[in-house]
């Protein structure tokens, strides 16, 4: 059971990223997937939830319309796509998998857990 988290990069303010989720090892579309980000000496904090079914989205106050989460179940991937990135943005992120079908907002209740991407917004 292994999640992977891809895409990050070094971006200017106002840029766009789109980050990636693989699994491997076991079905996605069983799972509510959240991205969460750490920035440098702070704790780890919610970005974005999608339902199993992709039919429930929710998103932390600091992202809510720059940033959509997506899932294709039959590439076994999800995404999130970072539109008008800001320097706040810069953190790791990293995606994890619930079995609440519509996911949460609360990282201790998610079973599984990808590497972290690096995502640097900097002009």
């Known amino acids: 059971v292994q999640l992977q988290a891809s895409g990050g990069g070094l971006v200017q303010p106002g840029e766009s990223l789109r980050l990636s989720c693989a699994a491997s090892g076991f079905p996605l579309d069983v799972y509510a997937i959240g991205w969460f980000r750490q920035a440098p000496g702070k704790d780890r904090e919610f970005v974005a939830t999608?339902?199993?079914?992709?039919?429930?989205?929710s998103y932390a106050d600091s992202v809510k319309d720059r940033f959509t989460i997506t899932r294709d179940n039959a590439k076994n991937t999800l995404y999130l796509q970072m539109d008008s990135l800001k320097p706040e943005d810069t953190a790791d992120y990293y995606c994890?998998?619930?079995?609440?079908?519509?996911?949460?907002?609360?990282?201790?209740?998610?079973?599984?857990w990808g590497q972290g991407t690096e995502v640097t917004v900097s002009s």
């Open positions: 994890a998998a619930n079995t609440n079908p519509r996911g949460s907002p609360y990282l201790e209740s998610y079973d599984f």
């Open positions: 999608i339902s199993w079914s992709g039919s429930y989205t």
